[in-house]
Structure formats: C-alpha cells, structure tokens
C-alpha cells in the first residue's frame, strides 16, 4: 500500500506543477477605462520603434512562478496583452525577453510597456498614428521545450549488497561486493512524459569445495519516465517493471531463480 501512494504521489506531481500559471506583475502610470480587447492590443517586439505620441500606461512583467510550465512565448504574451486591456492600453511594447535555458527558467520571462495610441478607428487610415507591423522575437515560436531530450546513459564500477546472503560453511569470499553495471534509454516529449528501457547487471564470486562459484544478477525493463523544472531544478523519475534473473554457477553446475522485479530511480539536476 506504501509504495502505492508513493507512485501515485509522483505520477500526479508533473500535473499539479502543470497546474501553476506564470507570475503577472504590473506598475500602472494610469488607469484608463478598457477600450480594446486582448486581442486586439499591439503588440511590439524588444527594439522595436513606436509612435512618438504613444503615452504610458503602466509596466508589466510576466515571470516564471517557481514552477510554472504554461508560459511559452505566446502564452506569456497574452498574459501582457490582457492586463495591458485592463487597464485601458491598446498596445504593448516589449522591453525585455528572457528565454528558457537548462541552467535557469524553463519559461519565457518578459517585460513590457503597456500603451495607448489614441483612437484605433484610425490605425489602418494612413495617419501619423499608422504603426509598422509587428514582430516576434526571432525563433520564440521554435524555442525547445526544457523537458524533449533523448538520453543515452550507463555506468559501471563497484558495488555491494545489502540483502542477506546464506553461505555454507567453508566457503570463502563475499559475493556481496561484486561489479555492477547499467545501461538505458530515455525519451521525454516536450510536455514531461516520456519512455525508456534499463537494463542492469551485478557480478561476483566465492569459493565453496575447491570450486569457484559466479554469482550474477539480471534486470531489464520498460520504463515509464517524468521530468519536472522546479525554479533552476530539474528533476527526473524513472519507474519500470519487467525481467530479473539470479543465476549460481559453477563447473559444469548451474542454477538460476527468474522472475520479476520493480525499479523506481528519483534524480535531480
């Protein structure tokens, strides 16, 4: 029952993250009454020029909360132009995009000045009014999620048991220490979920009778995999079931117990 809840706990921890909208906050100058929808609010890239007769409303950022994961480039962008509606500007000028890096946010942060530009009725008239077209930061709409990646992964060196062993008396040598080894794959999709395959292997001997006796373990699996940002935190859970094998052998002798086995693997970056 204990390691049920434990799975449940993780299996439903990226969804309660996914749950967590970016941080909205804003100066405002003044208060206008709402004239345009969010949709229609202008919106000007970081560099870009505006009108000289556009007037300041107020300033609003859109941050990462922590543990935000709605907050792509458009989805923070509507986040500005809805408070920039709100308080009564029709046009929204960037002045800062932070974009996700693996060593810091996995949102993209911006920063703006939400203004007003007079009477929308006459934008499209040719007036001195008339804005150039708007544009995007370059390759915010191709910007790679933090979570996609394909991994390839293994390692090897010393290792022990930590289970009992029964041994006959006479014998010599600890098959609790031995070599370990491991081998996997994983690939985790642009929202967190993802799959993979492990496959682990233990080494040993000792001697009984004059004989050298191999003692070895077997363990290859499926996995089901999920990764999470958390601020500059990566973390990653691997839970898999699928084949293990223990295996005795000897001169001519052999003898092997098979079955199944569970893993659950919890890391952090």
């Known amino acids: 029952m204990k390691t049920t809840k434990i799975f449940l706990y993780y299996l439903l921890l990226p969804l309660l993250f996914g749950s967590c909208a970016p941080k909205v906050m804003t100066d405002l100058v003044k208060i206008r009454p709402a004239s345009v929808t969010a949709e229609e609010v202008r919106l000007y890239g970081v560099g870009q020029a505006v009108?000289?007769?556009?007037?300041?409303?107020?300033?609003?950022?859109?941050?990462?909360?922590?543990?935000?994961?709605?907050?792509?480039?458009?989805?923070?962008?509507?986040?500005?132009?809805?408070?920039?509606?709100?308080?009564?500007?029709?046009?929204?000028?960037?002045?800062?995009?932070?974009?996700?890096?693996l060593l810091g946010s996995s949102c993209h942060q911006i920063a703006g000045d939400m203004l007003w530009l007079g009477d929308t009725a006459n934008w499209g008239a040719g007036t001195a009014l008339a804005l150039?077209?708007?544009?995007?930061?370059?390759?915010?709409?191709?910007?790679?999620?933090?979570?996609?990646?394909?991994?390839?992964?293994?390692?090897?060196?010393?290792?022990?048991?930590?289970?009992?062993?029964?041994?006959?008396?006479?014998?010599?040598?600890?098959?609790?220490?031995g070599v370990?080894?491991?081998?996997?794959?994983?690939?985790?999709?642009?929202?967190?979920?993802?799959?993979?395959?492990?496959?682990?292997?233990?080494?040993?001997?000792?001697?009984?009778?004059?004989?050298?006796?191999?003692?070895?373990?077997?363990?290859?699996?499926?996995?089901?995999?999920?990764?999470?940002?958390?601020?500059?935190?990566?973390?990653?859970?691997?839970?898999?079931m699928g084949y293990f094998n223990y295996r005795e052998s000897a001169e001519n002798v052999s003898a092997s117990l098979s079955g199944f086995g569970y893993s659950f693997l919890f890391g952090a970056e």
């Open 180 to 240: 370990d080894w491991q081998l996997g794959y994983d690939w985790v999709s642009r929202s967190g979920f993802g799959a993979g395959v492990m496959y682990s292997g233990y080494k040993s001997s000792y001697a009984y009778s004059n004989m050298d006796i191999k003692v070895g373990l077997t363990y290859i699996a499926p996995q089901f995999v999920m990764k999470q940002k958390v601020g500059r935190w990566g973390i990653e859970e691997r839970i898999g």
């Open 51 to 101: 009108p000289d007769t556009a007037e300041l409303i107020g300033r609003v950022k859109v941050v990462d909360s922590g543990a935000s994961t709605k907050c792509n480039y458009d989805q923070v962008v509507a986040l500005a132009k809805r408070e920039t509606a709100k308080a009564g500007g029709n046009a929204l000028a960037l002045t800062d995009h932070r974009k996700p890096s």
């Open 132 to 177: 150039p077209t708007p544009v995007r930061d370059e390759n915010a709409d191709r910007a790679k999620s933090p979570f996609s990646h394909s991994t390839f992964y293994g390692s090897i060196g010393y290792a022990f048991m930590t289970n009992k062993f029964y041994l006959p008396q006479g014998t010599s040598g600890n098959p609790k220490n």
